[in-house]
């Protein structure tokens, strides 16, 4: 939660949890574009947006209530020249930490009347407005389930009507790993035998001491990032080898596809990744210097299968609604095919109670590390840069206990 700049002054245009009065960000009256939000006495640039926080508990039901809720109310303002000019589209959404157990959903008003409303998707939810208006909109904030802490933006996204077709590609970024543990959940397996691990990764890869982890894969780019696959000659249902081609799009809809990477039938998932995505690497690391030293360990270069679960960032552009769901990942198209993908601005998190999850770090001593996870790994994915892919979680290793000390996402808008 951020300091409110002026508590009186939210406290009229923000109900619900005294905990969580939220302020306008980096209000910079001096720039404003044709595009206005008048929130809480202030005038934003639009398209900049406005930006707020907070930490609500769920209450009884998911309607806005007076502890469950933070509503913000304001103003948008058009000239008309600009509206002539730009494809519009305003958008609210709302994210929280993966590790956080908790959901919120999001709804948009205009008037009073409701424009949209969304429930969560794992870990963010938006709504938009296609067709925005001058007028008083209201943004709600519902936590349904849990207590942490969220962030949201409403943001005017104005596109040159002008503009000729330009390609948007994906940009795959990595996201600070959590939930380091070198604890195992479910199998039994004695830690003489190996530590963390799961029978499959044992037996099938020889693992021994398994540093478990969570990790996200992004795409902070404005288009989607989008993968066909056809499975190999041989290969069956629910065996196999795949090839995979990467749909590139342009700003018109039209596209053009490139022959990328190759794809196996994974046994204990169930179905088809697209393989090399991710790798785990482990090294020294100076706390004090803040300085990466000698690599300890690494992993095998990871498969998955695209789902949309959260969002990067708050205000990038292209950002929509969700469009991969994981059904995709178990369920071939009609032509015998596979499409998954990751929609621009969203996340696909990978738990680290999911098999290959996992850094043997099996005779590296009590100390302090880093924990990279490199996105792209075989950097076959095609993408508009390499240079945000990786992430990193600093830890404490002690007698088998592992502390998370600081996390350091790729992408820098996080
Ligand atoms: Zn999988």
């Known amino acids: 939660m951020r300091v409110p700049l002026g508590l009186a002054v939210a406290a009229l245009f923000f109900a619900g949890c005294l905990e969580t009065p939220a302020n306008p960000s980096e209000a910079n009256a001096a720039v404003v574009s044709s595009a206005r939000i008048v929130v809480a006495g202030q005038t934003l640039d639009a398209t900049d947006g406005y930006r707020f926080d907070g930490k609500l508990a769920a209450g009884s039901g998911d309607a806005c209530g007076f502890v469950n809720c933070?509503?913000?109310?304001?103003?948008?303002?058009?000239?008309?020249?600009?509206?002539?000019?730009?494809?519009?589209?305003?958008?609210?959404?709302?994210r929280w930490h993966f590790a956080d157990d908790v959901s919120y959903k999001i709804r948009l008003l205009r008037e009073g009347k409701d424009v949209d409303q969304a429930d969560w998707n794992s870990y963010a939810s938006i709504v938009l407005d296609e067709d925005p208006k001058p007028g008083t909109y209201t943004v709600e904030v519902i936590a349904v389930q849990g207590k942490a802490r969220y962030e949201a933006i409403v943001q005017l996204e104005a596109r040159p009507k002008a503009a000729p077709p330009r390609e948007i590609a994906p940009n795959l970024v990595g996201l600070a790993p959590d939930e380091l543990t070198l604890e195992s959940y479910g199998d039994v397996v004695p830690s003489s035998v190996a530590r963390g691990c799961y029978s499959y990764e044992?037996?099938?890869?020889?693992?021994?001491?398994?540093?478990?982890?969570?990790?996200?894969?992004?795409?902070?780019?404005?288009?989607?990032?989008?993968?066909?696959?056809?499975?190999?000659?041989?290969?069956?249902?629910?065996?196999?080898m795949g090839r995979y081609t990467q749909r590139i799009f342009s700003t018109d809809g039209s596209f053009r596809d490139v022959p990328v990477g190759l794809g196996a039938f994974h046994p204990t998932h169930?179905?088809?990744?697209?393989?090399?995505?991710?790798?785990?690497?482990?090294?020294?690391?100076?706390?004090?210097?803040?300085?990466?030293?000698e690599q300890v360990a690494q992993s095998r270069k990871n498969g998955f299968c695209f789902v949309d679960m959260g969002l990067v960032a708050l205000g990038l552009p292209g950002t929509t609604y969700s469009g991969n769901h994981e059904s995709a990942c178990f369920t071939p198209r009609q032509n015998g095919g596979w499409i998954t993908g990751i929609s621009p601005n969203w996340y696909d998190l990978y738990w680290n109670d999911l098999d290959d999850q996992y850094v043997d770090i099996q005779g590296v001593p009590d100390g302090t590390y880093e924990l990279v996870f490199m996105a792209n790994a075989e950097k076959t994915i095609v993408e508009t840069t390499m240079d945000d892919n990786e992430a990193s979680a600093v830890f404490s290793l002690k007698n088998n206990q592992v502390k998370v000390l600081k996390r350091i996402d790729g992408f820098g808008a996080h």
């Open 70 to 94: 933070d509503k913000a109310v304001f103003e948008l303002e058009l000239d008309d020249a600009f509206v002539a000019a730009n494809q519009l589209k305003l958008e609210a959404s709302v």
């Open 202 to 240: 044992i037996i099938e890869q020889g693992a021994r001491r398994c540093l478990r982890v969570s990790t996200a894969l992004g795409n902070a780019g404005e288009g989607q990032l989008q993968v066909h696959m056809v499975p190999l000659e041989g290969a069956k249902a629910g065996a196999g």
């Open 270 to 293: 169930r179905h088809f990744h697209y393989n090399g995505l991710a790798q785990f690497t482990v090294y020294q690391y100076d706390l004090d210097a803040e300085k990466r030293g």
